[in-house]
């Protein structure tokens, strides 16, 4: 192992005289006073590497002893990671807080996995069987799902089982099996492995195009913008618009296996809702804790920034683990500008040439390289499994036209752009329903979902318009218009987030509700006059407004729906063409998939 | 005892270059020149090379000047005996007590774990309608007041300190002006809070490097009471002068700025500070309340901007009120639970009112018709800058949900609040005797 003196301190950044060879992207642990300061090499010149230390650098000087591990920045995977809340480096941190208490200790680093804790295996690969990187050699439940015990990723080549260990208990150290190579080399292997965090996992057998929506229970978004297995979206949006509360409301309700939340250089307050209240809340899909289909890689704003790009490549990396076992898997990244800052710091200290705002000019590289690693793949043992990306983006000023989410609209399927006039009005999800768009289809026919959009963009422009010419100035035919895109906005668009029947609404109940405003939108109205069409959409709304918090086919909920019809067929003086044949097909319950 | 080195090979801006050995990044050292003495961080070393930035300036200090290293990053001393006190941004007694040094703790100390945080659970009240009941102040939260210069945000964060129950209240001046500084002081004597109070004050003649130490001691001596129990409320005015003394400081270092001169670790910067705000699990808690001034009232300007994203909410402060607009925060486990059902759902529903009020004004200053709806929205927003924003309505927040409820009743019908009829049905105020109903929209004019 090659060993090193430090030379220079700016920073998180530090110089090292090295006395041997050293690789880019190695481990190396500063030594002071008795601690060990993990550190990255992030550059070489000579004899001398340049390395980000992943902790507070005070008290570092010019002769310390630095050691080289060898290794890249890895990732421990094996049974155990769900359930876990860790820093960046994967330190897990309730047992961090255990060993040290309310402040973070540098220096300190603990196993990712309970060593002591015993899994039931059961051995599902025969003595003789060829196996290769990623293939099952048994498997161990935790929590709800079965966890495949598999030959670890970075064996390449062809491989033989030469041993397999019996059904019965074992720790993750414990030998579970014993490959042998064309060469008859043996290598024992146990229920755990590393894998090197920037490098993705390529062993399935193909990649597949993303086509299952992902619910996310959030109408405009699985109804007008919706997101893929397997597929990308971004949230960027400024500051206090709502991305970490949809970030949030995504993490406990979306329709997945397993989800992991990477709050990466944003508040600790934030984090700690979700650490204190998924072990409590129920996961609706199996009764268990959320908690139980959760991971947490948490690196705040306060903490290292150096580890801030480390965990979300931790992030992806254990994403990628639970893929691979033939599960659909949700990364959400708040945020990915912090990340992309961090990024930034460190190429000034490196004195880089800077590219638009300082940001260097690998950033969009990096970004596409990062969102890549989502995908729907074929594993190769048959099944599928998917990692789905949902990235949050801070922009400065609020402004999308900077760099990080210029990079990130290029690589992603689904842009979900927030607006500060809409969160500032309380309009919530205060995503820019019309800015927004997604290259993934949905679960609602999208013809009807794109009349509905064109009624969404004309009563825009009638409003744009009102502001020039007046409401005088407006016929009662574009003032209709005009009030029914308000009506979209506030019955569907708009959602309580924080109301447990109206904040999560499941495809059946949106479509339901999606036919029932279609109906709306479909009917040509007799209103009179422009100050009868206001009342009659104020009282239609309040109507909808209570629907989308009645307990679903409850007697409530049928005495509205009943109410709705009548009070619009009351005002109802036939219907637009093309809308009535798309409502009936509608109601038909044509499949939202065909065409 | 250290080395003393007395060879300053560089001099540029605030920071001092000498070659000397066995120095620690951090650490402090005592530059000793013929008028006076100051202290000075280890900001970067580069083999023999120590550069240190000279908390009092460069200016006077010669290439013969004597650097005397301590072993120690920088420290305060922190013991009841600060109670009371007044110090400048180095620690320096700026009353006429006595030079505090025992019990010295080191400032910029480590982040907590977010493992042992606790989510807030405390409002603290201000029975300001506009904090209390449309952006509560919640124990433990960090929050900017944002503001034009000029803005009476000093007297509101007395105001404030003075209402709130806390044990502890420490205030970090950064660049304030000597009036302020002094008007500070008096309020809170007034209020009979100034032996609860500890203050930590750069004003805008003192150096700049001591401006950027300010928050850190103010932060480093608040954890200390926390630690012990105590509900800390820690003022910073004002955070932008801490932003441009880090960006002064990084132009004399040559550092690549990224945006309007600012460097790219502003938001760290930043966040480092506003993070220790927190609620100790088994002791007490830190609240931080600060003011950013925002340069040519611009909100997208970088310190504002960081600052948003770093804070939970914010309070804007124009024409002497506290404007509605602006991200909230973090208050929804709170509302709801303590306060009343009505709360989020009024605050809400009264702020979308407001900012269709704002829609209808321009409009009218367009020369357009206004039509009914227009007249209930005017009529509504001038209520409610009155009875709502001003900031002399001083009412616990029952009173003021109630009093939002009238509002509502007095201007619209039920179902143009957009509020849901269960809420309708339990709050909206009986009409009293001889009063009209408002008429609903739609009938004839
Ligand atoms: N969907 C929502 N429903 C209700 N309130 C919301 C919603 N989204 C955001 N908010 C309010 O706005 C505040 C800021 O939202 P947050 O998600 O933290 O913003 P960001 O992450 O974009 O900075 C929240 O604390 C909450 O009060
Ligand atoms: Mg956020």
Known sequence: MTNGKVVGVNGNMVTVEAAGDVSLNEVAYVLLAGKRLKSEVIRIRGSRAEMQVFEMSRGIGVGDEVEFSGEPLSARLGPGLLGQVYDGLQNPLPELAAHSGFFLERGVYLSPLDEAKRWPFTPTAAVGDAVGAGDELGSVPEGIFRHRVMVPFHLAGAWKVARVAAAGDYTVNDEIAELEDESGRRLPVNMSFHWPVKRPVTCYRERLRPQEPLVTKIRLIDTFIPVARGGTYCIPGPFGAGKTVLQQATSRNADIDIVIIAACGERAGEVVETLREFPRLPDPRTGRTLMERTIIICNTSSMPVAAREASVYTAITLAEYYRQMGLHVLLLADSTSRWAQALREMSGRLEEIPGEEAFPAYLESVIAAFYERAGLVRLRGGGTGSVTIGGTVSPAGGNFDEPVTQSTLKVVGAFHGLSRERSDARKYPAIHPLESWSKYRGAIDPAAVAYARAILFQGHEVGQMMKVVGEEGTSLEDYVTFLKSEFIDSVYLQQDTLDPVDGAMPPERQRHLFVLMFAVLAARLELGGKEAARAFFNQLRQKFLDINVAAWQGDEFRRLEADIAAFTAAQRAGADEKGQRLLEALRAGAPGRGE | ?445
């Open chain 2, 1 to 445: 005892m250290k080395k003393v080195y007395s060879r300053i090979e560089a001099i540029a801006g605030n920071v001092i270059t000498v070659r000397a050995e066995n120095v620690r990044y951090g650490e402090l050292a005592v530059v000793r020149s013929a008028q006076r003495t100051s202290l000075a961080e280890v900001i970067r070393l580069a083999e023999e090379r120590v550069s240190l930035q000279v908390f009092a300036g460069c200016r006077g200090v010669s290439t013969g000047d004597q650097v005397r290293f301590l072993g120690h990053p920088m420290q305060v001393s922190f013991s009841d005996d600060l109670l009371g006190r007044i110090f400048d941004g180095s620690g320096r007694p700026r009353d006429k007590g006595p030079e505090l040094g025992e019990h010295m703790i080191d400032i910029g100390g480590p982040a907590v774990n977010p493992a042992q945080r606790i989510i807030p659970r405390n409002m603290i009240r201000t029975n300001i309608p506009m904090i209390d009941l449309f952006n509560s102040l919640v124990e433990s939260q960090k929050l900017p007041v944002f503001s034009v210069s000029g803005e009476p945000y000093n007297p509101l964060l007395a105001r404030i300190a003075l209402q709130a129950e806390v044990d502890l209240i420490i205030l970090g001046g950064m660049g304030l002006k000597y009036d302020d500084y002094l008007f500070f002081r008096d309020a809170l004597e007034q209020g009979g809070a100034l032996n609860r109070t500890v203050f930590f004050v750069h004003t805008a003649s003192d150096p700049t490097v001591e401006c950027l130490l300010v928050p850190d001691i103010a932060l480093a001596v608040a954890e200390g009471f926390a630690l012990r129990g105590k509900k800390v409320l820690v003022l910073l005015s004002d955070m932008t002068n801490f932003a441009d003394a880090l960006k002064e400081i990084a132009i004399t270092m040559e550092q690549v700025p990224s945006n309007r001169g600012y460097p790219g670790d502003l938001y760290s910067q930043l966040a480092a500070r506003y993070e220790k705000a927190v609620d100790f699990q088994g002791a007490g808690s830190i609240t931080i309340l600060g003011v950013t001034t925002m340069p040519g009232d611009d909100v997208t300007h970088p310190v504002p901007d960081n600052t948003g994203y770093i804070t939970e909410g914010q309070f804007y402060m124009r024409n002497g009120r506290i404007e509605p607009f602006g991200s909230l925060s973090r208050l929804k486990q709170l509302v709801n639970k303590k306060t009343r059902p009505d709360h989020r759902a009024l605050m809400d529903g009264m702020i979308t009112l407001y900012a269709a009020y704002k829609e209808s004004l321009e409009k009218k200053a367009m020369g357009f018709q206004m039509n009914e709806w227009d007249r209930k929205l005017l009529k509504y927003g001038a209520r409610f800058e009155q009875e709502m924003m001003d900031l002399s309505v001083n009412v616990p927040l029952e009173r003021a949900l109630d009093n939002g409820w009238r509002l509502l009743a007095d201007c619209f019908s039920p179902e143009e609040t957009r509020l849901r009829s269960e809420l309708i049905r339990q709050y909206w105020p009986a009409r009293e005797e001889g009063q009209p109903a408002p008429s609903r929209s739609g009938g004839t004019d």
